[in-house]
């Protein structure tokens, strides 16, 4: 397995069955509530490429893995 840089993480918060991302990295809009669903996010755990696309600004976020705090992308992020 190629080990993804920490540039390429971002913070995600799951509140039951609803996951937010504090501050979107592509237009900065805060708290947004994204569409991913528990399912997804645990295919992304189990190292399947999952696609979340910002309600805000539409941008599509690659996630390759994902933890129990961080989504690690395809991208950099910070």
């Known amino acids: 397995m190629k080990l993804i840089p920490f540039e390429n993480t971002w913070p995600y918060e799951k509140m039951g069955e609803d996951i937010y991302i504090e501050e979107c990295p592509y237009c900065k809009e805060t708290n947004v509530l994204t569409h991913m669903k528990e399912e997804h996010l645990q295919q992304a755990k189990d190292g399947i490429k ?15 893995d994902a933890d129990d705090d961080y989504f690690w992308t395809t991208e950099r992020l910070r």
């Open 50 to 64: 999952t696609r979340v696309v910002m309600p805000c600004c539409h941008a599509t976020m690659i996630v390759a």
